[in-house]
Protein backbone atom coordinates (compact mmCIF):
# COMPACT_ATOMS: atom_id res chain seq x y z
CA UNK A 1 0.00 0.00 0.00
CA UNK A 2 1.82 3.11 -1.12
CA UNK A 3 2.09 6.09 1.51
CA UNK A 4 -0.77 8.61 -0.14
CA UNK A 5 -3.07 5.67 0.52
CA UNK A 6 -1.68 4.69 3.87
CA UNK A 7 -2.47 8.32 4.62
CA UNK A 8 -5.75 8.88 3.11
CA UNK A 9 -6.97 5.65 5.56
CA UNK A 10 -5.33 7.30 8.48
CA UNK A 11 -7.05 10.37 8.17
CA UNK A 12 -11.00 8.74 7.12
CA UNK A 13 -9.93 6.60 10.55
CA UNK A 14 -9.25 10.09 12.62
CA UNK A 15 -12.52 11.42 11.09
CA UNK A 16 -14.35 8.35 12.40
CA UNK A 17 -13.04 8.61 15.95
CA UNK A 18 -13.74 11.99 15.89
CA UNK A 19 -17.56 11.39 15.16
CA UNK A 20 -17.60 7.98 16.67
CA UNK A 21 -14.58 7.90 19.09
CA UNK A 22 -13.17 4.80 17.43
CA UNK A 23 -12.20 3.73 14.19
CA UNK A 24 -14.98 3.04 11.97
CA UNK A 25 -14.66 0.42 8.99
CA UNK A 26 -15.42 2.26 5.27
CA UNK A 27 -16.10 0.84 2.09
CA UNK A 28 -13.90 3.05 0.06
CA UNK A 29 -15.80 2.95 -3.32
CA UNK A 30 -18.08 6.16 -2.56
CA UNK A 31 -16.90 6.35 1.41
CA UNK A 32 -19.91 5.42 2.79
CA UNK A 33 -20.91 3.11 5.75
CA UNK A 34 -22.28 -0.05 5.46
CA UNK A 35 -22.83 -0.71 9.53
CA UNK A 36 -21.57 0.39 12.69
CA UNK A 37 -20.81 -2.09 15.78
CA UNK A 38 -22.81 -2.01 18.70
CA UNK A 39 -19.42 -1.76 20.34
CA UNK A 40 -18.21 1.42 19.05
CA UNK A 41 -21.34 3.16 19.11
CA UNK A 42 -20.95 2.58 23.12
CA UNK A 43 -17.43 3.62 23.04
CA UNK A 44 -19.02 7.01 21.80
CA UNK A 45 -21.64 7.15 24.15
CA UNK A 46 -24.21 6.53 21.76
CA UNK A 47 -25.42 3.29 22.75
CA UNK A 48 -25.05 1.55 26.09
CA UNK A 49 -22.89 -1.96 25.88
CA UNK A 50 -25.98 -4.47 26.47
CA UNK A 51 -28.10 -2.70 23.20
CA UNK A 52 -28.49 -4.64 20.33
CA UNK A 53 -26.09 -3.97 17.33
CA UNK A 54 -27.54 -0.60 15.70
CA UNK A 55 -27.52 -0.80 11.51
CA UNK A 56 -27.24 2.21 10.29
CA UNK A 57 -28.46 2.27 6.09
CA UNK A 58 -27.39 4.69 3.77
CA UNK A 59 -29.82 6.57 1.40
CA UNK A 60 -26.96 7.24 -1.51
CA UNK A 61 -29.73 9.36 -3.89
CA UNK A 62 -30.91 11.56 -0.63
CA UNK A 63 -27.14 11.20 0.65
CA UNK A 64 -29.16 10.62 4.30
CA UNK A 65 -28.25 8.54 7.41
CA UNK A 66 -31.01 6.49 8.54
CA UNK A 67 -30.71 4.48 11.74
CA UNK A 68 -32.61 1.30 12.97
CA UNK A 69 -32.75 -0.69 16.90
CA UNK A 70 -29.87 2.52 18.01
CA UNK A 71 -32.01 2.95 21.58
CA UNK A 72 -31.37 3.26 24.16
CA UNK A 73 -29.45 6.17 23.72
CA UNK A 74 -26.80 7.72 25.95
CA UNK A 75 -28.43 10.42 28.33
CA UNK A 76 -26.16 13.32 27.16
CA UNK A 77 -26.51 12.75 22.98
CA UNK A 78 -29.60 13.44 21.32
CA UNK A 79 -30.56 11.31 18.44
CA UNK A 80 -30.25 14.11 16.07
CA UNK A 81 -26.97 14.39 16.82
CA UNK A 82 -25.98 10.83 15.68
CA UNK A 83 -28.40 11.56 12.57
CA UNK A 84 -26.13 14.27 11.44
CA UNK A 85 -22.25 13.19 11.87
CA UNK A 86 -23.42 10.07 10.32
CA UNK A 87 -24.23 11.73 7.53
CA UNK A 88 -21.37 14.32 7.28
CA UNK A 89 -18.91 11.56 7.53
CA UNK A 90 -21.10 9.69 4.69
CA UNK A 91 -20.41 12.34 2.26
CA UNK A 92 -16.77 12.88 3.17
CA UNK A 93 -14.20 11.66 0.82
CA UNK A 94 -10.16 12.45 0.85
CA UNK A 95 -10.37 14.81 -1.91
CA UNK A 96 -10.62 18.63 -0.89
CA UNK A 97 -14.05 19.82 -1.36
CA UNK A 98 -15.24 22.23 -4.19
CA UNK A 99 -15.23 25.74 -3.75
CA UNK A 100 -18.40 27.43 -2.33
CA UNK A 101 -21.11 28.85 -4.40
CA UNK A 102 -20.89 32.77 -4.48
CA UNK A 103 -23.64 34.85 -4.14
CA UNK A 104 -24.43 38.63 -4.29
CA UNK A 105 -25.55 38.98 -0.87
CA UNK A 106 -24.61 40.89 1.88
CA UNK A 107 -26.54 39.29 4.79
CA UNK A 108 -25.45 41.94 7.26
CA UNK A 109 -26.86 44.79 4.57
CA UNK A 110 -29.69 42.76 4.22
CA UNK A 111 -30.74 42.79 7.98
CA UNK A 112 -29.46 45.83 8.21
CA UNK A 113 -32.81 47.87 9.63
CA UNK A 114 -33.38 44.36 11.48
CA UNK A 115 -29.57 44.24 13.78
CA UNK A 116 -28.84 48.08 14.36
CA UNK A 117 -30.79 48.51 17.23
CA UNK A 118 -29.31 44.80 18.29
CA UNK A 119 -27.13 46.17 21.36
CA UNK A 120 -29.13 48.79 22.19
CA UNK A 121 -32.04 46.83 22.66
CA UNK A 122 -30.29 44.53 24.79
CA UNK A 123 -28.59 47.77 26.75
CA UNK A 124 -32.32 48.79 27.50
CA UNK A 125 -33.76 45.38 28.76
CA UNK A 126 -30.38 45.26 31.01
CA UNK A 127 -31.24 49.17 32.28
CA UNK A 128 -34.52 48.15 33.19
CA UNK A 129 -33.57 45.60 35.38
CA UNK A 130 -31.02 46.96 37.33
CA UNK A 131 -30.13 50.75 38.52
CA UNK A 132 -26.99 49.06 40.09
CA UNK A 133 -24.39 51.26 38.06
CA UNK A 134 -21.43 49.47 39.18
CA UNK A 135 -23.64 46.04 37.84
CA UNK A 136 -24.58 47.40 34.62
CA UNK A 137 -21.36 48.75 33.16
CA UNK A 138 -19.80 45.05 33.81
CA UNK A 139 -22.85 43.47 32.02
CA UNK A 140 -23.06 45.96 29.43
CA UNK A 141 -18.96 45.85 28.50
CA UNK A 142 -19.08 43.60 25.61
CA UNK A 143 -22.36 44.94 23.99
CA UNK A 144 -20.32 48.16 22.88
CA UNK A 145 -21.78 47.75 19.40
CA UNK A 146 -18.01 45.73 18.38
CA UNK A 147 -19.32 42.74 18.30
CA UNK A 148 -19.88 40.82 15.21
CA UNK A 149 -23.88 40.26 15.92
CA UNK A 150 -23.16 36.93 14.15
CA UNK A 151 -25.47 35.08 16.16
CA UNK A 152 -28.00 37.50 16.08
CA UNK A 153 -27.33 37.61 12.11
CA UNK A 154 -27.65 33.73 11.76
CA UNK A 155 -31.21 33.65 14.14
CA UNK A 156 -32.97 36.29 11.96
CA UNK A 157 -31.40 35.33 8.45
CA UNK A 158 -33.49 31.76 9.10
CA UNK A 159 -36.25 33.47 10.65
CA UNK A 160 -37.00 35.23 8.17
CA UNK A 161 -35.69 32.34 5.39
CA UNK A 162 -38.21 30.03 7.27
CA UNK A 163 -40.88 32.57 7.14
CA UNK A 164 -40.87 32.83 3.64
CA UNK A 165 -40.32 29.01 2.80
CA UNK A 166 -43.78 29.07 5.20
CA UNK A 167 -45.50 32.25 4.16
CA UNK A 168 -44.08 33.43 1.05
CA UNK A 169 -45.72 37.65 1.35
CA UNK A 170 -46.52 37.75 4.48
CA UNK A 171 -43.00 36.84 6.10
CA UNK A 172 -42.66 39.75 8.59
CA UNK A 173 -40.72 38.92 11.09
CA UNK A 174 -42.23 38.17 14.05
CA UNK A 175 -41.07 39.98 17.18
CA UNK A 176 -41.00 36.51 19.29
CA UNK A 177 -38.36 35.84 17.12
CA UNK A 178 -35.94 38.85 17.32
CA UNK A 179 -36.16 38.16 21.04
CA UNK A 180 -34.55 34.87 20.65
CA UNK A 181 -32.25 36.75 18.14
CA UNK A 182 -31.62 38.98 21.14
CA UNK A 183 -31.77 36.29 23.87
CA UNK A 184 -28.61 34.25 21.45
CA UNK A 185 -26.58 37.44 21.75
CA UNK A 186 -26.90 37.51 25.72
CA UNK A 187 -26.43 33.77 26.61
CA UNK A 188 -23.15 34.15 24.54
CA UNK A 189 -22.17 37.03 26.21
CA UNK A 190 -22.32 35.66 29.39
CA UNK A 191 -20.64 32.79 28.50
CA UNK A 192 -17.90 35.24 27.17
CA UNK A 193 -17.72 37.02 30.35
CA UNK A 194 -17.30 33.74 32.69
CA UNK A 195 -14.69 32.77 30.50
CA UNK A 196 -13.16 35.55 30.95
CA UNK A 197 -12.74 34.75 34.82
CA UNK A 198 -12.01 31.08 34.16
CA UNK A 199 -8.87 31.84 31.53
CA UNK A 200 -7.83 34.87 33.04
CA UNK A 201 -7.84 36.34 29.83
CA UNK A 202 -6.36 39.79 29.19
CA UNK A 203 -8.30 41.02 26.06
CA UNK A 204 -11.35 40.35 23.97
CA UNK A 205 -12.42 42.27 20.79
CA UNK A 206 -9.25 44.39 20.68
CA UNK A 207 -9.68 46.03 24.10
CA UNK A 208 -9.19 44.66 28.13
CA UNK A 209 -11.18 41.84 29.29
CA UNK A 210 -13.76 42.15 32.34
CA UNK A 211 -11.21 39.86 33.80
CA UNK A 212 -8.90 42.73 33.89
CA UNK A 213 -11.18 46.13 34.38
CA UNK A 214 -12.79 44.29 37.24
CA UNK A 215 -12.25 42.15 40.23
CA UNK A 216 -13.47 38.36 39.59
CA UNK A 217 -16.48 38.21 41.85
CA UNK A 218 -17.96 40.80 40.23
CA UNK A 219 -17.78 39.85 36.86
CA UNK A 220 -19.18 36.74 37.47
CA UNK A 221 -22.29 37.82 39.13
CA UNK A 222 -22.44 40.25 36.12
CA UNK A 223 -22.28 37.18 33.95
CA UNK A 224 -24.99 35.35 36.35
CA UNK A 225 -27.52 38.82 35.66
CA UNK A 226 -27.04 38.89 32.21
CA UNK A 227 -28.19 34.53 31.74
CA UNK A 228 -30.98 35.50 34.61
CA UNK A 229 -32.24 38.56 32.04
CA UNK A 230 -32.27 36.29 29.04
CA UNK A 231 -34.02 33.51 30.65
CA UNK A 232 -36.77 36.08 32.03
CA UNK A 233 -36.99 37.30 28.24
CA UNK A 234 -37.59 33.46 27.34
CA UNK A 235 -40.26 32.90 29.48
CA UNK A 236 -41.79 36.05 28.29
CA UNK A 237 -42.02 33.54 24.60
CA UNK A 238 -44.83 31.72 26.70
CA UNK A 239 -43.69 28.91 24.22
CA UNK A 240 -43.07 25.88 26.33
CA UNK A 241 -41.28 24.02 23.12
CA UNK A 242 -39.06 26.79 22.73
CA UNK A 243 -38.24 27.39 26.52
CA UNK A 244 -37.09 23.55 26.37
CA UNK A 245 -34.99 24.55 23.44
CA UNK A 246 -33.16 27.40 24.69
CA UNK A 247 -32.85 26.00 28.39
CA UNK A 248 -30.42 22.72 27.03
CA UNK A 249 -28.02 25.94 25.40
CA UNK A 250 -27.56 27.02 29.03
CA UNK A 251 -27.02 23.11 30.25
CA UNK A 252 -24.75 22.87 26.86
CA UNK A 253 -22.39 25.36 27.50
CA UNK A 254 -22.24 24.28 31.52
CA UNK A 255 -21.13 21.16 30.35
CA UNK A 256 -19.15 22.07 27.67
CA UNK A 257 -16.90 23.95 30.02
CA UNK A 258 -16.45 21.88 32.28
CA UNK A 259 -15.63 19.02 29.69
CA UNK A 260 -12.76 21.83 28.79
CA UNK A 261 -11.45 21.35 32.00
CA UNK A 262 -10.43 17.35 31.08
CA UNK A 263 -8.62 15.34 28.97
CA UNK A 264 -8.27 11.72 27.47
CA UNK A 265 -6.13 9.32 27.20
CA UNK A 266 -6.18 8.27 23.68
CA UNK A 267 -6.55 9.88 20.20
CA UNK A 268 -9.99 8.27 19.24
CA UNK A 269 -11.51 9.64 22.63
CA UNK A 270 -9.98 13.10 22.63
CA UNK A 271 -11.40 13.77 19.13
CA UNK A 272 -14.68 12.62 20.54
CA UNK A 273 -14.17 14.34 23.53
CA UNK A 274 -13.01 17.92 20.93
CA UNK A 275 -16.10 17.66 18.77
CA UNK A 276 -18.65 17.22 21.77
CA UNK A 277 -17.35 20.01 23.53
CA UNK A 278 -17.29 21.68 20.95
CA UNK A 279 -21.02 21.38 19.78
CA UNK A 280 -21.74 22.25 23.60
CA UNK A 281 -20.24 25.23 23.99
CA UNK A 282 -20.35 26.94 20.36
CA UNK A 283 -22.87 24.85 18.09
CA UNK A 284 -25.70 24.35 20.47
CA UNK A 285 -26.24 28.10 21.06
CA UNK A 286 -26.79 28.43 16.92
CA UNK A 287 -28.33 25.07 16.21
CA UNK A 288 -31.27 25.57 18.95
CA UNK A 289 -31.61 29.34 18.01
CA UNK A 290 -32.39 28.92 14.42
CA UNK A 291 -34.36 25.76 15.45
CA UNK A 292 -36.62 28.61 18.00
CA UNK A 293 -37.17 31.16 15.65
CA UNK A 294 -38.92 27.82 13.06
CA UNK A 295 -40.84 26.68 16.09
CA UNK A 296 -41.98 29.78 17.05
CA UNK A 297 -43.54 30.24 12.82
CA UNK A 298 -45.10 27.54 13.32
CA UNK A 299 -42.58 24.99 11.64
CA UNK A 300 -43.21 21.48 11.47
CA UNK A 301 -40.65 18.76 12.95
CA UNK A 302 -39.29 18.88 10.06
CA UNK A 303 -38.60 21.62 9.10
CA UNK A 304 -36.82 22.60 12.62
CA UNK A 305 -34.92 19.91 12.59
CA UNK A 306 -33.83 21.24 9.02
CA UNK A 307 -32.85 24.94 11.24
CA UNK A 308 -31.36 22.88 14.28
CA UNK A 309 -29.10 20.95 11.60
CA UNK A 310 -28.16 24.31 9.61
CA UNK A 311 -26.92 25.69 12.77
CA UNK A 312 -25.50 23.29 14.66
CA UNK A 313 -22.91 22.79 11.11
CA UNK A 314 -22.19 26.43 10.76
CA UNK A 315 -21.69 26.44 14.91
CA UNK A 316 -19.17 23.37 14.49
CA UNK A 317 -17.29 25.30 11.17
CA UNK A 318 -17.19 28.96 12.44
CA UNK A 319 -15.28 26.58 16.00
CA UNK A 320 -12.97 24.82 13.72
CA UNK A 321 -12.10 27.95 11.85
CA UNK A 322 -11.35 30.00 15.31
CA UNK A 323 -9.03 26.89 16.69
CA UNK A 324 -7.34 27.60 12.94
CA UNK A 325 -7.22 31.44 13.06
CA UNK A 326 -5.40 30.62 16.34
CA UNK A 327 -2.02 29.01 15.02
CA UNK A 328 -2.23 31.38 11.67
CA UNK A 329 -3.58 34.88 12.40
CA UNK A 330 -1.59 37.61 14.37
CA UNK A 331 -2.68 39.27 17.71
CA UNK A 332 -4.38 42.26 15.85
CA UNK A 333 -6.82 40.73 13.62
CA UNK A 334 -7.84 38.32 16.71
CA UNK A 335 -8.47 41.04 18.77
CA UNK A 336 -6.70 39.04 21.59
CA UNK A 337 -3.43 37.01 22.08
CA UNK A 338 -2.86 33.97 19.34
CA UNK A 339 -1.84 30.29 20.79
CA UNK A 340 -4.32 31.38 23.58
CA UNK A 341 -5.72 27.78 23.34
CA UNK A 342 -1.90 26.19 24.01
CA UNK A 343 -1.09 28.56 26.48
CA UNK A 344 -4.39 27.12 28.52
CA UNK A 345 -3.71 23.92 28.04
CA UNK A 346 -6.08 23.14 25.16
CA UNK A 347 -5.89 20.74 22.50
CA UNK A 348 -8.05 21.78 19.60
CA UNK A 349 -8.27 20.34 16.43
CA UNK A 350 -5.20 21.47 14.59
CA UNK A 351 -3.07 19.74 17.67
CA UNK A 352 -5.28 16.78 17.58
CA UNK A 353 -5.00 15.98 14.21
CA UNK A 354 -0.86 16.95 14.13
CA UNK A 355 -0.77 13.67 16.82
CA UNK A 356 -0.66 11.27 13.25
CA UNK A 357 2.77 12.28 12.21
CA UNK A 358 4.27 13.64 15.68
CA UNK A 359 3.33 11.39 18.28
CA UNK A 360 5.29 13.42 20.96
CA UNK A 361 2.52 15.58 21.05
CA UNK A 362 0.66 13.29 23.44
CA UNK A 363 2.56 13.48 26.31
CA UNK A 364 2.34 17.16 26.16
CA UNK A 365 -1.34 17.28 25.64
CA UNK A 366 -1.58 15.10 28.71
CA UNK A 367 0.25 17.63 31.27
CA UNK A 368 -1.57 20.11 29.04
CA UNK A 369 1.27 22.15 27.59
CA UNK A 370 2.57 22.89 31.13
CA UNK A 371 6.37 22.31 30.63
CA UNK A 372 8.37 24.88 29.73
CA UNK A 373 8.86 24.99 25.83
CA UNK A 374 5.67 22.89 25.83
CA UNK A 375 3.72 25.70 24.15
CA UNK A 376 6.67 26.77 21.44
CA UNK A 377 6.98 23.61 20.77
CA UNK A 378 3.60 22.59 19.77
CA UNK A 379 3.00 25.89 17.99
CA UNK A 380 5.82 24.62 15.55
CA UNK A 381 4.94 20.68 15.26
CA UNK A 382 1.30 21.70 14.15
CA UNK A 383 2.59 24.13 11.51
CA UNK A 384 5.01 21.03 10.05
CA UNK A 385 1.82 18.87 9.94
CA UNK A 386 -1.39 18.92 7.61
CA UNK A 387 -3.15 19.52 11.52
CA UNK A 388 -4.09 23.55 9.74
CA UNK A 389 -5.30 21.45 6.36
CA UNK A 390 -6.94 18.93 7.57
CA UNK A 391 -8.37 21.41 10.17
CA UNK A 392 -10.04 23.26 7.27
CA UNK A 393 -10.91 20.51 5.29
CA UNK A 394 -13.34 19.56 8.39
CA UNK A 395 -14.55 22.62 8.80
CA UNK A 396 -15.67 23.20 5.04
CA UNK A 397 -17.15 19.76 5.21
CA UNK A 398 -19.63 21.48 7.67
CA UNK A 399 -19.90 24.43 6.16
CA UNK A 400 -20.83 22.26 2.39
CA UNK A 401 -23.19 20.37 4.92
CA UNK A 402 -24.94 23.87 5.72
CA UNK A 403 -24.99 25.42 1.91
CA UNK A 404 -26.67 21.67 1.28
CA UNK A 405 -29.37 22.15 3.69
CA UNK A 406 -29.98 26.19 3.58
CA UNK A 407 -30.77 24.68 -0.18
CA UNK A 408 -33.78 22.82 0.88
CA UNK A 409 -35.69 26.17 1.90
CA UNK A 410 -37.43 28.66 -0.72
CA UNK A 411 -35.33 30.72 -2.81
CA UNK A 412 -35.59 34.18 -0.97
CA UNK A 413 -32.52 36.63 -0.49
CA UNK A 414 -32.63 35.41 3.01
CA UNK A 415 -32.14 31.95 1.46
CA UNK A 416 -29.24 33.26 0.24
CA UNK A 417 -28.27 34.64 2.68
CA UNK A 418 -27.92 31.48 4.87
CA UNK A 419 -25.61 30.44 1.96
CA UNK A 420 -23.45 33.03 2.08
CA UNK A 421 -22.86 32.91 5.74
CA UNK A 422 -21.93 29.35 5.37
CA UNK A 423 -18.67 31.03 3.30
CA UNK A 424 -18.49 33.52 5.36
CA UNK A 425 -17.71 31.74 8.36
CA UNK A 426 -15.36 29.28 6.57
CA UNK A 427 -13.16 32.57 5.05
CA UNK A 428 -13.52 35.28 8.28
CA UNK A 429 -10.34 36.18 9.23
CA UNK A 430 -11.19 36.94 12.66
Known sequence: MGSKTILNVRFHEKIGCLFFGSPGILRRRGCFFDGVSSRWLAQCGYLRTDTAVGILQVNRSQRNVQATAVSPMHPCVR????MTTLRSYATMNTQQPGPMPEYQVDPYRLLEDDLKDVYSYIKTVLR???YQEGLYEIATYYFDGNGKALRPMVAILM?????YHMYKENSALLASQREVAMI???IHTASLVHDDVIDQSDFRRGKPSVNVMWNHKQVTMAGDFILAIASMMIARLK???VTLVLSQVVTDLVQGEFMQ???KETENERFAHYLTKTYRKTASLMANSVKSVALLAGADEQLSELAYQYGRNIGLGFQLVDDLLDFVSSSAMMGKPTAADLKLGLATAPVLFACEKYPELNPMIMRRFQEPGDVERAFELVHKSKGLEQTQFLAKQHCQEAVRIANMLKDSPFQKGLLVTA????????
Open 261 to 263: LGS
Open 159 to 163: ARAIN
Open 239 to 241: NNE
Open 128 to 130: RNT
Open 423 to 430: DYVLNRMK
Open 184 to 186: SEM
Open 79 to 82: PEQV
